[in-house]
């Protein structure tokens, strides 16, 4: 089964620090930061609005699967969090290729773990995003804590608040 796990970090302010991918069979890291540094091999990722976007869509997505009931949707109109996931996605910006990695064909898996409804915004509304239906099930999204997995809802949402709405400040 694909997954994603996604480690945060912090208490007062919670940001991504590292991320597992398991695609194909394939396995992936990569780790905030301009390079992997101490974390050979891996890719890197800066704390941005579209990593806080994919972080605040997998975390609802994971409290879905707990039994939240609510659409696991990232949905926003220009300068929300799904419009800068959105925009990476259509960029295919190098952090989703560190995070997803490529298949054999060389193609981004990225393209196969999102659904997408109005993409780059070519039609007036918002753009929607959510996961494609393997990263749906129970398990297939973890989130970690400060090295700890959270197995509630309101665990999940407690993190989702911080993260959601805090005030942006990226970091490397």
């Known amino acids: 089964m694909d997954y994603l796990k996604l480690h945060f970090v912090g208490d007062q302010d919670p940001s991504l620090f590292q991320t597992e991918c398991l695609i194909g069979g394939r396995?992936?890291?990569?780790?905030?930061?301009?390079?992997s540094g101490a974390f050979a091999g891996q890719g890197s990722f800066h704390w941005s609005v579209a990593v806080r976007a994919?972080?605040?869509?997998?975390?609802?997505?994971s409290m879905t699967a707990l039994g939240h009931p609510s659409d696991p949707i990232l949905?926003?109109?220009?300068?929300?969090l799904a419009a800068s996931l959105d925009y990476a996605i259509s960029k295919e910006t190098?952090?989703?290729?560190?995070v997803f990695?490529?298949?054999?064909?060389?193609?981004?898996?990225?393209?196969?773990?999102?659904?997408?409804?109005n993409s780059g915004r070519k039609r007036s509304g918002p753009v929607a995003l959510s996961f494609s239906k393997s990263f749906l099930q129970t398990?297939?999204?973890?989130?970690?804590?400060?090295?700890?997995?959270?197995?509630?809802?309101?665990?999940?949402q407690a993190l989702?608040?911080?993260?959601?709405?805090?005030?942006?400040q990226a970091t490397g």
């Open 75 to 80: 949905v926003g109109d220009r300068g929300s």
């Open 94 to 98: 190098h952090w989703l290729l560190d």
């Open 54 to 61: 994919l972080s605040v869509l997998a975390i609802q997505t």
């Open 27 to 35: 396995r992936i890291h990569a780790v905030r930061g301009k390079t």
């Open 139 to 156: 398990g297939a999204i973890l989130i970690r804590l400060n090295s700890r997995e959270l197995v509630t809802i309101a665990e999940h």
């Open 160 to 168: 989702l608040e911080k993260v959601a709405a805090r005030e942006f």
């Open 101 to 117: 990695g490529v298949s054999d064909g060389e193609l981004p898996n990225f393209r196969r773990v999102f659904k997408r409804t």
